[in-house]
């Protein structure tokens, strides 16, 4: 299976989040793999149908990429999908946004989470690491 990036982040920084994916070389990047991001929106549909989405599209990864905001690190479901990564066994890697200083999920902080700044270069030294 070729490298996929389970893209993690925070449902209210979704515009600034995908601006990522040109870092990546399935869209002429330097990173290697394809990012795969939470395109389906079933909040509506309750705790057990974000589960379910989040299983669907995190099983197809090996490589499990946070991006650190001001707030991700409280998140409920961010702390979901860090746990559903550890439980899969996925390696983890975070990316910060420019000017925040929120802190890694809470379920990660005691994992070495390496984490890259919010450039391409950066973010490949790092995933192109894992």
């Known amino acids: 299976m070729s490298r996929r990036i389970f893209i993690s982040y925070n449902f209210k920084d979704r515009e600034i989040a995908h601006n990522i994916r040109p870092y990546f070389q399935s869209n002429g990047g330097t990173c290697q793999g ?30 499990a990429l946070f991006v650190i905001g001001d707030n991700v690190h409280s998140s409920p479901w961010i702390n979901r999908e860090a746990e559903l990564a ?16 929120g802190g890694v999920p809470n379920i990660l902080k005691h994992h070495k989470l390496p984490i890259a700044k919010w450039n391409q270069k950066d973010l490949a030294k790092v995933l192109n690491k894992l």
């Open 34 to 63: 394809k990012p795969l991001f939470i395109e389906n929106d079933v909040s509506g549909q309750g705790d057990k149908a974000i589960d379910l989405e989040v299983r669907r599209i995190m099983k197809k990864c090996n490589i």
């Open 86 to 101: 550890v439980s899969m066994d996925l390696k983890l890697a975070g990316v910060r946004f420019p000017k925040s200083n």
